[in-house]
């Protein structure tokens, strides 16, 4: 110690304790210069000896208390977690020197924060920091030629998948809910069971590709075809335990198109958690089990990210071609429109923040309105340019013919076995054995949708006519008592498209399921829970099909082509 | 009747068969006739004459049965397997054939490589190999691989009494490498590797040791599987390499029988001849390796290519020198040899004081090899591998980080220069070695004198750029001169740092055309480049917890930011978890500041303690 208190002094400072002319209270709670002003004045100090007994003060005495406050009140505090104690009580244990009052400011900030939950802890800014450090030097290491898939750009991709997840992660911690968070907020109860049952029902199958992402066959069949190979790849990798969305996204995040932030302008979707099927990864928490529902996840969700990318590599590629200037944010997201309604996900427009919301009352509304997009050209697309337009034109037709040419086919190789009329239910849908395959991936319900809900002629008669699986015509608008009237065939659709949770709503008020049976507690659970390919396989045993036939149906289902109910 | 005159005329005797002879000879073929027609299972004629030249009939049907035919249906299987089968074994051996030919003229160049066989035996061999491989039917597809494996150990290894070779562990590298271009393919036909591959392969064709071989393979260098079976080469009765493609793997099996000093090692460690073989396979195919054990079988797999080999041979320059290296007990001088591992990092080889190689680097005076060896080329591939390994760039920073002082970069320049002047031949190596100790003494230069620099603790360029493109569809900003703004606010930073950062936190405006944002922009920059988390954490803050201010909304109005940005991701997140807490976070916090100031209030002081103060400090 190179300072010292000289005996005079020491017992001038002891009398003037005892004589209560000096008090500890009121010295600790002085500033640094006050202090020094009194040991001056009180204590005949001089300047230097007053800074020195001060600065001992602070560092001996004041450091002492602010610590035991600190950690009085960290043990005090509730809702603090054991390691978050620790870590608090560890870094008042490591200062050093009494807190000025800038830094008393961020201190205390800090640990306010560590007690409310928010705030990014230095160790969370330190990960943050450093991912974002190792991002930036791996992109760096990319060369303008460097082909997609290369190792540079993958070893890019991966560092940015880690970085993005741990932030995600972090993001997802902070909207995590607590009890006292589902009891200030019901109607988040009611979204995360909604959303668990929907990906419960979606799994066990790989059917992106039959259903969402059908209309790349008829239009991008070498596109659907290279991904369909591949998303088997990615099931056996889950199976396996390894992550199969790491590669996909690394390889997605490290194309030109993603470092140039073309996807970004376009808005093309690559960059979701997950799509609308599969919002909940509660399934994947099953043991056993959770493995095989990942596995379907990641086909669904790799096949979506996986079309749009390479949809959108194609469409920009051509755009720049006709010298479309894909930088330009309005041309950028014309593409992104078009590409995202082909691979299952139309934009709700300004519902988008409702998004939440209305995914708890319909499945998919987005791949709903990728349907409507992709029949209407996207004519109703307010964000559609004349190039969205034209390839909007280009994949309708090709779609029309390449249905048309299956149909043709089959009614060429089993005659009768094609519905024509569009009024009927099993409109431009396969006839296999005796159920229909649907390989529009739900476009043909539309134009039946739409067929019967505008005038037309049948028998020389006009009307709004409804046709049934059997043939029988029904005039909607006859206004006879009890028949099935236009709003009916409306509500019909609508309650086809509903969530599980909704579903299960619907059919309390209805009174029965859709398999007639009187809604009860066992029934409801299990059709809540189970997939809905293993609830097809039950009604296929129910029906006694053949064990063929249920194999073609499982596997036709599996794939995304529903197969209906039996004539 | 026949007379004795006609009888000495013929001048032969014969004996006359007996009525006897005749009869029974007569009622046997009658017989056999009757047999030959009465059975079914042989053509009667042909039974008939085997019995009649003294066959039994069960000889005769043991060995003539007919095969059983079995139905079209049963047969029809495997019957086309068969024939795919053979279709496929012929397809291998057509191309392997075709390959081989069309190499024959590079075997033959190459092999004017002196040592070895002559350009003539290689061009024959080859031919020779093509011609059996395609017309041979009985010989397999690897026939190749298999005839090079065995010529091999024929050249290189001492033949075992008990069969096969006693291979020294050269031996099983050199087959490992074989074994590792068959994996890949025809090595003269992977795509991008080229001649490279052919000149690994001649090692091969003209029996060398492999690990003389390097390959160099080009940027972007992809393989193409090659249409291989497995392929077992015998070694040894004990030892035997198997090339299994089908797992991309080369096992050596038995190999710890054979190498009992891995057999006593825990897991995870490697004997030095394991070492060998799989550094000695890695640079002679080029491919990363991976090992492991199962059971007293070594598996190899190898899996991506490693980049720029450079022939050891070649690693070694100039002569020895003086070195410092850095030890537990402090900095110490040895001599040591450069060694060129990659280009720009100055690495020399030493002993150290066990006797061991090391290889270390020059300016920081580190070992690169973990400990050392007992060998200079196990040394240099481990510090080569090491490099590798953390990436040579990020190696390079790494050392830049670790530099030695700048009186030791300068005796070591003063060093570098005297060699040059001293040498005759001026070489290239020694004069970029001194651009290299110059730019790092550059380098390290006191940071003083680059704070009087203006721009130099945040590049004004690198701020223009960011205000560029933050601003750019932000119509309020059109008419700032962003070049202006960068330049006002890298001068504030550099001249006031504590009101720049006061500025960007938002607790104060700055004075005249100087906008908060392009402070903030420029102080964003200095942390992310200073690697300062706390001042990362600060700017996060400056405008969610403090976003009444005026100047954290406006810098919340911000354009187009870098998304991978940390100072905007925290702010995201923090964004995210004060939503959850609710209500108006900057209260609740303050209040619970008041809480922990009110425990520090709180905190029992006694005169007593005051009394110890004055007794601790006092003389």
Known sequence: MSFCLVKSKQEEFLRKIKSRDIDINKLVEMTSAERREEFIKVLGFDEDT??????????????????????????????????????????????????????????????????????????????????????????????????????????????????????????????????????????????????????????????????????????????????????????????????????????????????????????????????????????????????????????????????????????????????????????????????????????????????????????????????????????????????????????????????????????????????????N?????????????????????????????????????????????????????????GQTTALDVFENFWEGKLSPMAGLVRDLWKGENYNREKVNIKNSIQGLTTPISAQQFQQFMKDRETTPKIILYMILESLGLGVSYKQ | MTTWAEFNKTGTITKKKTAWDDFNSRMSKGAFEAEAYSQKSVEPVLFKNLREAGNTTTTINKNLEPEKTPGVLKTIGSSLLGATGDLFNQMFKNIRGTTQTLATPIAGTLALVPGGATPREAMKESLNMAKTVMMDKSVPFDIGVQTAAQQFLQKYSDPDPRGGYKPTIGNISALTALGVFNLLGDPLFEFGAGLRGAKALKEFATFKKVRQATKDLSEGTSFVKGTMREVEIKVSPDVKIKIQPKTNSITIKGYQRRVP???????????????????????????????????????????????????????????????KIIKQTGIEEVKGTPVKIVDGVDTFLHKDENGNWVVSEATTGRDLTNGGFDNSTFAIRAAKVNIENVGVDKFKKLIEEKQLTQPELQEKIDTAKNIYEKQKIKEPATKARIDYLEQQLKDTQPPEIKKSTLGLKVKQKAVEEDLITRFKNLPEYEVANMQEQAKLATDLINSDFEKAKRVAFGEEMPEGKLLPEAVFTAMEKLALRTKDITLVRQLAKSHTVEQATFMGQRIRALGERDPNNPVKIIQDIEKARAKKVGGKVKEKLTAEQKKIQHEIKMVKKSEVDLEDFIDEIKC
């Open chain 1, 425 to 481: 239910t099993n409109f431009g849908r396969l006839k296999v054995g005796d159920r229909y395959i649907d390989i529009s991936g739900g476009m043909t319900s539309l134009i039946t949708l739409a067929s019967r809900l505008v005038p037309t002629k049948h028998n020389g008669q006009w009307g709004l006519w409804q046709q049934s699986a059997t043939g029988k015509f029904t005039n909607l608008t006859a206004g006879k008592y």
């Open chain 1, 50 to 423: 007053a800074k020195e007994v001060n600065a001992l003060f602070e560092s001996k005495l004041l450091l002492k208390y602010q610590k035991t406050g600190i950690k009085n009140w960290i043990q005090k505090v509730g809702g603090l977690k054991e390691d978050v104690k620790r870590d608090l009580l560890s870094r008042v244990d490591r200062m050093e020197k009494v807190l000025s009052q800038a830094d008393e400011k961020m201190f205390l900030n800090d640990l306010a924060e560590k007690r409310l939950g928010i705030g990014v802890s230095e160790e969370e800014a330190k990960q943050i920091f450093d991912l974002s450090q190792t991002v930036e030097e791996k992109k760096a290491l990319i060369k303008d030629d460097s082909p997609i898939r290369s190792k540079e750009r993958l070893d890019y991709g991966t560092a940015y998948v880690q970085f993005q997840d741990y932030v995600k992660e972090l993001k997802l911690d902070a909207e995590k809910m607590t009890i006292m968070d589902y009891i200030k907020k019901p109607q988040e109860i009611l979204y995360d069971i909604g959303g668990a049952t929907k990906s419960f029902l979606s799994t066990l199958d790989n059917s992106f590709f039959g259903r969402q992402g059908i209309k790349m066959l008829y239009t991008n069949p070498d596109i659907w075809a290279k991904d369909f190979l591949k998303s088997w790849g990615d099931i056996g990798k889950e199976l396996k335990g390894k992550d199969a969305m790491i590669p996909i996204k690394a390889d997605i995040f490290s194309r030109p198109n993603a470092l140039n932030n073309k996807y970004q302008l376009t808005g093309v979707d690559v960059g979701i958690t997950s799509e609308e099927a599969f919002p909940s990864s509660l399934p994947e928490k099953i043991p056993l089990l959770g493995r095989v529902f990942k596995g379907a996840q990641s086909a669904f969700n790799g096949a979506a990210l996986r079309l749009r990318a390479d949809l959108a590599d194609r469409y920009i590629k051509q755009a720049e071609e006709l010298g479309i200037d894909t930088l330009n944010k309005e041309q950028a997201q014309g593409i992104g429109n078009i590409v995202n309604s082909m691979t299952g996900r139309g934009s709700i427009g300004k519902a988008e923040p409702l998004g939440k919301e209305i995914n708890s009352l319909i499945f998919s509304i987005k791949f709903l309105k990728s349907n409507i997009d992709t029949l209407t050209l996207h004519l109703f697309d307010p964000k559609a340019t004349s190039f969205t337009k034209k390839k909007a034109a280009t994949n309708l037709l090709k779609i029309i013919g390449a249905i048309a040419g299956i149909l043709t086919t089959s009614e060429l190789l089993n005659p009768g076995s094609v519905e024509k009329d569009p009024r």
């Open chain 2, 261 to 323: 000093s891995q057999k006593g090692l825990p897991e995870g460690k490697l004997a030095p001849e394991t070492n060998e073989i799989i550094m000695n396979a890695r640079e002679a195919t080029g491919m990363d390796m991976t090992a492991q054990f199962k059971g007293d079988d070594l598996i190899l797999q190898p899996t991506t290519p490693i980049k720029s080999v450079q022939p050891v041979a070649k690693g070694l320059v100039e002569g020895e020198r003086t070195y």
